[in-house]
């Protein structure tokens, strides 16, 4: 029997907005020990920024997977661009050619207080989350678009080039992917191509159906706002789920069992 799979969107450092989703979900505890038991929880990614605590929701998520370890369960998490960002201006922002890096992740809500408080354990941590994964038939991915096939042909492939990306100097690699990150709404019905997208992703990589964050749900479906979000927006005749809820502009996110 499969163990039960839950799955959470961006928290961008939505600390409390994150134990309040894990503690009604009885995923941890009162005290913020792990309760899932054999539960695997995959966080899509994008974790900093934005918000005000995002090593907090980093530190919280580390200790859970080793918790979660001992009991049979496990947390795993995907590689968003926000970390990649962080990342940069972790790696690059002492330098003169980091300025980019700094004033990009700045720009886009890039919190002073993680890049002083974060621990070179977390930042190894960052560095070898995957981009990609498949999850009892669904293929999880943070972002809504297709340029991870510039990586690879594989899930494998993508993880591992990404990876080697993460840990090198060559700027023009690292905003290379941080120029595809910014791709979007690829699989969208809006696009005449949306679910032709997806249906050639899933034959690439494999699986029934995409799951992602990256888009703020609202942003596809006009008639809803972030604090009413409850539920993943399904599109591209079922072959979509998004589960970013808007965390940081309002929602309160929500855990998504697969069924």
Known sequence: MAKPVSIIGDIHGQYDKL???????????????????????????????????????????????????VVGGEVCSLLGNHEVLFLGAYQFGKQHVGSMFALGWLRNGGIM?????????????????????????????????TFYTEYGSSIETVNQTISALLYSDDTGEWHQLLDSFSERMTFYDMRHDGSHNAESFLKKFGGRQIIHGHTPI???DLDLTPDTIRQPLSYARNRCLNLDGGMY???????????
Do not use: C
């Open 19 to 69: 134990v309040a989703l894990l503690r009604d979900s009885q995923l941890i505890d009162e005290d913020l020990a792990w309760s899932g038991g054999d539960t695997q929880l995959w966080f899509t990614g994008d974790f900093l920024d934005r918000g005000p605590d995002g090593v907090m929701v980093v530190d919280l998520v580390m200790r859970l997977q080793r918790e979660a370890a």
């Open 113 to 145: 207080k993680d890049l002083e408080y974060v621990t070179a354990e977390q930042i190894a941590w960052l560095k070898d989350l995957p981009a990609m994964a498949l999850v009892q038939d669904r293929l999880l991915v943070h972002a809504d678009a």
């Open 218 to 220: 609202h942003y596809m």
């Open 249 to 259: 502009l309002g929602g309160n996110g929500f855990v998504y069992t697969l069924p």
